[in-house]
C-alpha cells in the first residue's frame, strides 16, 4: 500500500532532520494510512478504504461515507472512490424513484 491519501490527496512531506551538532540529513514524514472497512447504507455493505486518520474524522463528522461522498466534488475523488460515489448516486436516485 503506498503512503498516499486516496480521499484527501495527502502525500509524504520531506525535510531535515537536525541533529545535536546541527547536521542535517534528509528525512520524510509518512502520512497516517489506516486501513479501514466503512459502511454504506445505500449499498449496504462494507468498502475497504486507506485513509489518514484526519480524513476518518472527517468522514464521521460528514455522518458517514455516503454523505461525504455526496458532498464532495468529482475532481476532488480519485477512481476507486469515484466509482463508488457514482454507484451511491445511482442507489440514491432510484430509492427516491
Known amino acids: 500500500m503506498s503512503k498516499k491519501c486516496i480521499l484527501g490527496g495527502k502525500a ?6 537536525v541533529s545535536h551538532s546541527h547536521r ?3 528525512r ?3 502520512v497516517n494510512v489506516q486501513s479501514k472497512n ?3 447504507l445505500a449499498l449496504g455493505k462494507y468498502v475497504r478504504v486507506a485513509l489518514p486518520a ?3 474524522r472527517t468522514v464521521d463528522r460528514a455522518g ?3 454523505n461525504y461522498l455526496l458532498a464532495c466534488s468529482d475532481e476532488s475523488l ?3 472512490l469515484r466509482r463508488i460515489q ?3 448516486r445511482s442507489k440514491q436516485a432510484q430509492a427516491a424513484a
Open 78 to 80: 480519485n477512481g476507486p
Open 64 to 66: 458517514g461515507l455516503d
Open 28 to 30: 520524510k514524514w509518512l
Open 86 to 88: 457514482d454507484r451511491v
Open 24 to 26: 542535517k540529513t534528509r
Open 54 to 56: 484526519n480524513m476518518i
Open 38 to 40: 466503512l459502511y454504506s
Open 12 to 17: 509524504p512531506q520531506f525535510g531535515n532532520k
